[in-house]
């Protein structure tokens, strides 16, 4: 094999930042949205034209492509060694209701640019490369995030896919045997080794590389949440006719319980400890109306998960505490409570004798990603490119080609670090 500087120019030589700009703003318009927002959820007309769009790239390049019973899509240059097993990248294509056109993109084209700048450099790798588009990163359409990489992972059985049901009561087994998806639900998990490593090349989604100047980030952890429903029972009234002594306010409980998200995060948490409340509903929503229900929607994230854990026990006695003083009824409903993630340190080695003459940062992921999920099966490790003030989920959300194209030429070398 050459050596990493001969890699180096032959890489670099070999990526098209053009046309993978031209192919990035071409996917952009696969959209339910005007450009330059997107909106593409889970098996909608846009979402499987985005999916043939990728194929017919991937077949142009002469790479074979096959599908499991989720619709994750795996195009594969094959290596010296098929008894080895791969080194894979990807991440995901669909988009919330009005969000940017690189979320998740960045990863599935620039993966693409990768393999297909590694073929027209004549490299071949002993270990055969996978790109992996995964189905459905985004909690859209049945409410659960990185649906694809969890039930590849076993973190998400084929029984428990076949209870979920869209906000227009379809069920996922009708709308993935709608879009061409039949065969059993059980296939679709990976048994662990299945992968040699794995890698993601995604926007940072925050403002620290920009900040900093840098091109790129190392992520060394990905932090997961745990997300949890809490719903109160109060006593309703007029407003003008009951007195405040003896009042049952769902609301002013829920109030309480929302500062105590932020007072438990401050106070058990650390640097990487994040507590949002980012939903709370009220029963009647009248201005006139004391109110009876409330319901909260808390994620609490960490890269610890001892930490993590240690501000949800503290929100959950904080809650009991204040609902008992106030009278109110409740009830706390865990939506999901899933580890973070640490990046191995033989993907990290490899990445960083590629990045050794690259300005670069190590830093951790406060989003989660399709990489949290391949953690249980895999190595593992993210790269970021900086986008414009941390922007995204939003249609301003940004870029730069010549931040994109580094971003593939350092996930390219690293693919081949890994794969020999």
Known sequence: MENSLTIHHTIHHNIHSERLWAELEH????????????????????????????????????????????????????GTDPTLSAVATGSHNDAIPHSGRFDGTVGVMGGLEALRAILRSGIQPRRSLELILFTAEEPTRFGVGCLGSRAMSGALSAAQMREFKDADGVSLEQARQN????????????PQGHYHAFVELHIEQMPSLEELGLPIGLVTAIAAPASLMITLEGEGGHAGARLMPGR????????????AVEQATLEQGGSDTVGTTGILKIHPNAINSIPSQAELGIDIRDTDLERR???????????????????????????????????????????RKVLQDIPHTEM????Y?????????????????PCYKGYSHRPDEYAKPQDIALGVQVLAQTLLELAQ
């Open 309 to 351: 854990d240690r501000v949800l026990n503290a929100l959950l006695e904080a809650t009991q505490t204040i609902c008992q003083r106030r009278n109110i009824g409740f009830n706390i409903h865990m939506l999901n409570s899933d580890p973070p993630a640490r990046s191995s340190e033989c993907v990290l080695d490899a990445a």
């Open 364 to 367: 951790v992921s406060r989003a």
């Open 179 to 190: 879009a061409g998806y039949d065969a059993p639900l059980e296939g679709v998990q990976i």
């Open 27 to 78: 996917l952009a318009h696969f959209s339910d949205s005007p450009y330059p927002s997107v909106t593409r959820v889970l098996w909608t007309p846009t979402d499987m034209q985005a999916r043939v769009y990728l194929k017919s790239l991937a077949q142009g390049a002469g790479l074979a492509w096959r599908e499991d019973a989720l619709g994750n899509t795996f195009i594969r240059l094959e």
């Open 248 to 259: 049952r306010d769902a609301l002013l409980a829920a109030a309480e319980i929302a500062l």
């Open 369 to 385: 990603h399709d990489s949290l999920f391949m953690a249980r099966v895999c190595d593992i490790a993210m790269l970021f490119i």
